[in-house]
């Protein structure tokens, strides 16, 4: 008896994915939970799900506003050193003198009014 090996091809179910999943801390979930909650205290219609919420808020927020936003994440994403450096490199252009004359005389500044504000 002859065994018939019929080539097989597997269907390749793989879906294309439309969505990702991104994670949320408990905090901003509870605030979306809230909103979302609010927004289903209506007598008519099918349930409004937080990606349609956050989709609509998304889509009214102008320009401006979505600038705003951007500027203000982007300026909490700064640690201390950065906000350090940004300021040295703005007002270096108006000191005449080198990064460590100008650290020097900041130190100068900040002591004097240190010891004036301790008394």
């Known amino acids: 008896m002859e065994q018939n090996t019929a080539n097989k091809t597997s269907k390749s179910t793989a879906k294309k994915a439309d969505s990702t999943a991104i994670r949320f801390d408990k905090v901003f979930m509870k605030q979306v939970s809230k909103l ?3 927004a289903n205290k209506k007598q008519f219609g099918r349930k409004v799900k937080p990606k349609n919420l956050l989709v609509n808020l998304l889509n009214l927020a102008d320009d401006n506003l979505i600038k705003n936003v951007i500027k ?13 450096e940004l300021f040295l490199k703005k007002h270096m ?3 005449s003198g080198s990064k460590e004359d100008f650290e020097e005389k900041m ?3 900040m002591s004097g009014f240190l010891s004036q504000n301790l008394t």
């Open 107 to 109: 130190m100068e500044l």
């Open 72 to 84: 203000k994440s982007q300026e909490d994403s700064l640690s201390h050193s950065d906000k350090r």
């Open 36 to 38: 979302v909650d609010k």
């Open 93 to 95: 252009e108006k000191f």
